[in-house]
């Protein structure tokens, strides 16, 4: 069986989700879905994955992010993914979108294979035959590159919020999700801007890029814009990597 590594703590409400996915996607491979073991045998062959997390220092992470020490934040991460390897770790997973600005080097320094989030995302845009998707997250994820640059390269444009939406997203992201706080107004607000994105800027489909945001937007989609749930779909992709 392969052991996967996660980075999480980037934020603990969402690394509780990863973890909680990849447990039931993976017996659900393994049984067939809604299927229990009945006896000491099936419970054996529905066995549970090997999971390894090192849950980082989010505190940290942010404040390099936001006084722009990319090396710094770099180098960080590539050490705890070192850390996952010399614990056992056969390949390795970022639980959270925003470090994704710098896996292209972590994934060169790393010394074990890495599960992208956005090439994931990428795939299941693909699968839905999109073309202009929409996406939030925090400010350091809708201001980047990084999601843009592997969307064009499939031959889809990424669409963001305007400076003032962004801005509302990424404080209620900062503030209230990456501190287990979902509130009713929130949720409508964010819903707004789907609204307006989906007038304004003829969005096919959202990108929930920052993991805590399928948990307040748990529906599957809204007004005719499917939400794709980047936690989700990561989940889908580590599984398929467990069990190969």
Not at 114 to 123: D, K, N, P, Q
Not at 226 to 242: C, G, M, Q, S, W
């Amino acid at each position: 069986m392969k052991t996967v590594g996660i980075i999480g703590g980037i934020g603990p409400e969402s690394t509780i989700e990863y973890y909680r996915l990849i447990i039931d996607a993976y017996r659900e491979r393994q049984s067939g879905p809604g299927v229990a073991p009945v006896d000491a045998q099936d419970a054996r062959a529905a066995s549970y994955p090997s999971i390894i997390i090192n849950s980082v220092d989010l505190t940290r992470l942010i404040r390099w992010i936001t006084d722009n020490e990319i090396d710094a934040f770099t180098d960080y991460l590539a050490g705890e993914i070192e850390k996952l390897a010399r614990a056992g770790a056969d390949f390795g997973a970022l639980a959270s979108n925003t470090p994704h600005l710098v896996f292209d080097e972590l994934r060169r320094r790393s010394p074990i294979p890495l599960i992208s989030i956005v090439e994931s995302a990428c795939g299941a845009s693909q699968a839905l035959g999109m073309k202009r998707v929409g996406l939030f997250g925090t400010s350091f994820t809708m201001k980047r590159s990084f999601y843009p640059d592997v969307f064009a390269k499939a031959g889809m444009t990424i669409v963001v919020p305007t400076e003032e939406e962004q801005a509302y997203i990424h404080e209620k992201y900062m503030k209230e999700l990456l501190n287990n706080i979902f509130l009713p107004e929130t949720r409508e607000h964010l819903l707004e801007i789907v609204d307006r994105m989906k007038a304004r800027d003829d969005i096919e489909g959202l990108i929930l890029g920052g993991t805590e945001l399928p948990l307040i937007l748990r529906d599957t989609e809204h007004h005719g814009i499917p939400f794709l749930d980047t936690t989700k779909i990561h989940v889908e992709r580590i599984v398929a990597e467990l069990l190969s």
